[in-house]
């Protein structure tokens, strides 16, 4: 058409004016889509903090609680579990497997978690991906630990390095296990989950460091756990355990007879359900994330319409003798409305590169620091309708200067002004 490769030769001989423009406007569509990315993202990974696991069970209290101590390492739990039930629950037919939680010390301010070496093989997360070690192994030995991400990170930790763990959950504490130190036997790949931020021995290295303790307390005159001894101990008690059904089918029915065991007072919480109830509480932040990325293209879309309007008083020469060579209104009109469009078109274009490679850079970074895993993906329908709206948006707004434009008399446009 026409008014397009007028349009055209218009914006080239503006070419830098058009040209920061359009980066103004690449600039709000990157912001965009990455704040949009890691808003989805982060949601997704809040609810995939654990995938795989059919069943959360632990002391009767509420759901929530459960899972913040349990998942998140927040708070604790107001009762353990015994280790009988625990056994006897894990020997249902409907269990294909479970894995022991013990909390309740830490190192340095960082949780640990007593559990055993099935742990590393069934706790999933994101989208049913598994623990991976970037150094070293699984705990082997009775007093091995292995770290997360984080901990190792920030504590400067690796594979051969001897750590005291400490009871209660202070940073610090004068209630030390000083004697039975642990030894780093391996380190995780980051995950973007608590686990990063956890330290794990077997359930057996917990009940042993507790031989001989009570209330928090070392006693006097009792001896503790012997190292050189072959017995390996049994604990007592658990504070959670991770279940998976041979069928998910089954998995209500063992919900119900976990919330209906005589043995002692439990309960059992599906992970994923519990999640979204989780996450609708901070729905907050979601709609902050939205709102900002709403004010990102709403602020470069009014810095179009601005250059626009500015350069417009340039052209009035332009505008007159178009008018004066016969051009229509409706020539006006389009040829206005297209330069915002094409100048919308090339920024989006510009922005979704910019997008892609701000994941690229920034993804390793944000799962280091922040736990966010961003992974590289296409843009959904829903993004594609929302850009696709914007670039109709600014043709729209390419109007405003138009229809000013229009009404500028031929005698302002090709008179000379003093």
Request: proline share 3%; hydrophobic share 50%; glycine share 8%.
């Amino acid at each position: 058409m026409f008014w397009i490769e007028l349009a055209l030769k218009s914006l080239l001989n503006r070419r830098l004016t058009v040209a920061l423009t359009a980066l103004s406007i690449a600039v709000s569509v990157a912001l965009f889509l990455s704040i949009e990315k890691i808003r989805t993202e982060s949601k997704d990974n809040f609810s995939n903090t654990l995938s795989g696991t059919d069943l959360v069970v632990g002391a009767r209290s509420g759901s929530l609680n459960l899972l913040l101590y349990s998942v998140f390492r927040i708070g604790n739990a107001s009762n353990n579990i015994s280790w009988q039930s625990y056994q006897e629950l894990s020997t249902d037919k409907a269990v294909a497997w479970s894995v022991p939680i013990s909390l309740g010390d830490s190192h340095r301010g960082y949780r640990v978690i007593g559990t055993s070496a099935e742990y590393f093989d069934r706790y999933q997360f994101g989208r049913d991906r598994n623990l991976q070690f970037v150094e070293g192994k699984r705990f082997e030995q009775l007093f091995d630990v292995v770290l997360g991400s984080e901990v190792a990170r920030s504590l400067g930790y690796a594979v051969g390095d001897k750590i005291v763990i400490a009871h209660g959950m202070g940073e610090v504490s004068f209630s030390q296990h000083d004697d039975l130190p642990f030894t780093v036997s391996g380190v995780l790949a980051a995950t973007g989950t608590p686990v990063d931020r956890s330290l794990h021995v077997s359930t057996a290295a917990i009940t042993a460091i507790h031989d001989g303790w009570q209330n928090g307390v070392k006693l006097r005159g009792v001896k503790g756990f012997d190292p050189q001894s072959q017995q390996v101990p049994e604990p007592e008690t658990i504070t959670a355990a991770l279940f998976g059904m041979t069928s998910r089918l089954k998995t209500f029915a063992f919900q119900r007879k976990v919330n209906e065991y005589r043995s002692e007072p439990l309960m059992a919480i599906i992970p994923g359900a519990t999640l979204q109830e989780l996450w609708s509480m901070l729905s907050v932040l979601e709609n902050t994330l939205m709102a900002i990325s709403a004010l990102v293209v709403i602020s470069g879309l009014l810095g179009l319409l601005t250059v626009i309007l500015a350069g417009l008083n340039e052209r009035r020469r332009e505008m007159a003798l178009l008018r004066a060579l016969g051009a229509p209104a409706k020539h006006v009109f389009s040829l206005l409305c297209g330069e915002a469009a094409l100048i919308a078109l090339a920024g989006v274009a510009v922005g979704v590169c910019l997008h892609y490679g701000l994941i690229l850079a920034l993804a390793p970074y944000l799962l280091e620091r922040f736990g966010v895993l961003l992974h590289i993906s296409l843009l959904e329908p829903r993004l594609l309708a929302w850009l696709a709206f914007l670039v109709v948006i600014a043709a729209f707004l390419g109007a405003i200067p138009a229809f000013r434009a229009y009404r500028q008399t031929l005698s302002d446009g090709l008179s000379l002004r003093t």
